[in-house]
């Protein structure tokens, strides 16, 4: 027997969400405070989100693994990321600088910065990131 779908109102919780693909959602601005909204998400999936502009702080996602905002031209700043990211995607974002914070990402392996033209230089930091093993630039 087919259950019938459920219709989730926003701001309602999403306490077993683990991944979330919103790609190449073009009318995308904004997204909310998602720390409150899915404690437990694990992959955010942003590529091509050209609307977007700002994403909040992730650093209180303490599941997430993956970040994807390739192509989000309009983000300018590097949002707050949790230590446990594995996977951090920012090819063609408009970041002009990474947060120094970059050094407490423990367990990154991949950092992607293709075509991000505006990027300015790359903090020292940067070697301490024992188990990363892509840079891509």
Do not use: W
């Not at 446990?84 to 920012?90: D, T």
Request: glycine letters at 4%; proline letters at 6%; a negative charge.
């Amino acid at each position: 027997m087919l259950r019938p779908y459920r219709f989730v109102r926003v701001g309602e919780p999403l306490g077993n969400l683990k991944l979330m693909d919103l790609n190449y959602s073009d009318d995308l601005i904004r997204i909310p405070n998602l720390s409150s909204i899915a404690p437990n998400l694990e992959f955010l999936y942003l590529e091509g989100c050209k609307s977007l502009v700002e994403t909040p702080s992730l650093q209180n996602l303490s599941k997430l693994t993956e970040l994807h905002l390739s192509d989000c031209c309009k983000i300018k700043d590097c949002p707050e990321i949790p230590c446990n990211i594995r996977i951090l995607k920012l090819d063609g974002t408009g970041i002009e600088q990474l947060l120094s914070s970059i050094k407490h990402l423990s367990q990154l392996v991949i950092l992607s910065l293709d075509e991000c033209t505006a990027l300015e230089s790359l903090p020292s930091s940067i070697g301490n990131l024992k188990r990363l093993e892509e840079l891509h630039l």
